[in-house]
């Protein structure tokens, strides 16, 4: 439902109806990473990947923003994490990596250089060579998980290409929200959020 018909459902003004779903996107950002996360560990196993967003002015074609995601997703789970940058080089590979992904955990990532350093970390670092196979024929290892991660996320923010800075940020953790609470009551989750952001007194 578009904000104009909500906000004639709802009986209010547009300007406010998007003052509050800008709120309750505020609050699905914020929960992804407050207290802040980390995934893995010894014995599991944590997807890594890094995909190009671009955004384009669809009046004259003029890109507008250009960056990476970076992130990854434990296998057999929805824990996630994404982190919106400017570059992928292995500084900033490294840095993000350390911060969401515990020491000891078995990371698959591809054959980027921005990951070479990973093993002297303290991963077991894993690669599959994409310019030959998307599995590797030999061990089985893929990056599919958070591959389709990036499909996901994209497909949400695709009708949100209008956005601007920080606004079109928000909207890829709202995404990312979307997809963590999945197979949950997310209303349910939503209100819950909230409420452990504003007890009751």
């Known amino acids: ?55 384009r002015k669809y009046n004259v074609g003029r890109i507008v923003r250009n960056g990476w995601l970076i992130g990854g997703i434990q296998n057999n789970t929805r824990a996630v994490f994404i982190e919106i940058v400017d570059k992928r080089d292995q500084a900033t590979c490294e840095r993000i990596i350390q911060q969401y992904v515990a020491p000891g955990t078995t990371v698959i990532t591809d054959c ?9 970390l303290g991963y077991d670092h894993k690669t599959v060579n994409h310019s030959q196979n ?8 893929h990056t599919q998980r958070v591959e389709s991660l990036w499909s996901h996320l994209k497909r949400r923010i695709k009708p949100k290409c209008g956005l601007k800075g920080d606004l079109w940020d928000d909207h890829w953790f709202e995404a990312l929200w979307h997809f963590k609470h999945h197979e949950e009551a997310k209303l349910y989750e939503l209100w819950a959020e909230i409420a452990r952001r504003y007890p009751l007194t």
């Open 1 to 55: 439902m578009v904000m104009k018909e909500l906000a004639e459902t709802l009986e209010t003004e547009e300007k406010t109806v998007i003052q509050w779903c800008q709120w309750f996107r505020d609050i699905m950002a914020e929960s992804l990473y407050q207290p802040a996360i980390m995934i893995g560990g010894v014995g599991e196993t944590v997807q890594i990947d890094e995909t190009n967003i671009v955004k």
């Open 112 to 120: 980027w250089r921005g990951y070479n350093g990973l093993a002297a």
């Open 134 to 141: 998307f599995v590797d024929p030999a061990t089985g290892l």
